[in-house]
């Protein structure tokens, strides 16, 4: 990571929202009536601003008790205190919620609450610089994208809007038994073409001798990846045992945490597409190295992201500083958390979104929309 002036924070804000929608999102094992996003605004002494977003789509009131975790736990230890740059703040950070995370036995929450402050950190970093994120961090603007999130409810019809609005690659839900799997696969391979590039994720739903049955059943509808067949806590052997097994490559990282664990997956070639998740873990302090490494591996990097604007647009920049080399997660369901907050002048052409010159992650967020979202009780 490039070295950094010094960094003194003045305040931590946070914005906990949640938006109604009218058609629920469904995976394997969990429906999601309502979409939430839990929105973090960094200011430094001199007045500079970065914005991130924390990982918070399970489960219900997640966005809200994370948001305590900022505002009781974290940001106090970080106001007034002088940083050499963004991953100083970080390093000192995850230090600093060792203890209490170990104590509270909340791993996760506390690792994301970390990664959202990163990231808004080093949004605050390129806009004092005045260059886009991806400039700044020494990466590319280009980027292939798919739409994710394909419910196992009418999928074509998604699918079909997802081509219109200029995609050319989908990610289905599966785990949904093996007939209605494999009637869903069928139409939207139709949907997308010989030509279109088709993933299916099973959130985890199956065990290993399932899992090994149904991607054999699913492989003949030409896929490019599986994504997390199996539960992620599954040990590695297991994971290379199907993954030697399994003719269609298998893809997962969302629910990783820690350096080893990830460094393990690419080392061992058990995943050609790693998907960390940067509101979840690391941001971009360990994210950004973590794809350079990955890609210099032959792996291709596709990070996580099913949340708001903020968090998107902070992925998509991350991809491009690591230099391109796999594809961006964009949700293809209606969610006005995404849709409200994002710039007009970012589209989809032919598959790919090109990044814009705006300082930052090119997004500065309309507060009286994240009044309008914010959660009252």
């Avoid at 949340?307 to 920049?317: D, K, N, P, W």
């Avoid at 991809?319 to 995404?338: K, S, V």
């Amino acid at each position: 990571m490039k070295a950094e002036a010094p960094l003194r924070l003045k305040a931590i804000e946070t914005f906990a929202l949640e938006a109604p929608i009218e058609r629920p999102v469904r995976n394997s094992w969990r429906t999601l009536t309502t979409r939430s996003a839990l929105v973090v605004r960094v200011t430094a002494a001199d007045g500079a601003q970065g914005w991130g977003e924390v990982w918070c789509n399970y489960p219900p009131r997640a966005a809200r008790h994370r948001a305590d975790l900022v505002k009781l736990v974290a940001a106090p230890m970080l106001i007034d205190r002088e940083f050499d740059g963004p991953e100083h703040v970080f390093r000192f950070l995850e230090q600093a919620l060792r203890i209490p995370s170990i104590q509270s036995g909340e791993h996760g929450p506390f690792a994301q609450v970390a990664a959202g402050i990163d990231n808004a950190v080093w949004d605050l970093a390129a806009r004092r610089a005045g260059e886009p994120l991806w400039k700044y961090l020494g990466g590319v603007p280009t980027l292939d994208v798919y739409a994710s999130g394909l419910s196992p409810d009418e999928p074509a019809s998604i699918a079909a809007q997802a081509v219109r609005n200029g995609f050319r690659a989908a990610k289905l839900k599966v785990g949904m038994g093996a007939a209605l799997d494999r009637r869903n696969v069928a139409a939207v391979r139709t949907e997308l073409g010989d030509g279109g590039k088709l993933m299916l994720d099973a959130n985890q739903r199956w065990a290993p001798d399932e899992a090994r049955s149904a991607i054999r059943e699913l492989s003949e509808f030409k896929l490019e990846w599986i994504e997390e067949p199996i539960p992620a806590d599954e040990p590695l052997s297991v994971w290379k045992a199907l993954a030697q097994a399994s003719p269609v490559p298998l893809a997962a990282g969302e629910n990783l945490r820690g350096r080893a664990a990830f460094d393990e997956y690419i080392s061992s070639a058990v995943v050609r597409f790693l998907q960390p998740d940067m509101g979840k873990w690391g941001g971009f302090t360990e994210c950004l190295p973590l794809g350079r490494r990955a890609i210099a591996a032959g792996i291709r990097f596709c990070p996580h992201w099913l949340g708001g604007a903020i968090g998107l647009l902070s992925s998509l920049h991350m991809l491009g500083a690591a230099g391109g080399f796999g594809w961006g997660e964009f949700d293809a369901n209606p969610n006005p958390l995404r849709e409200r907050l994002w710039p007009s002048d970012l589209v989809v052409n032919e598959g790919r979104i090109t990044l814009g010159n705006a300082p930052g992650i090119g997004c500065e967020p309309d507060v009286r929309v994240l009044e309008e979202f914010s959660i009252k009780d």
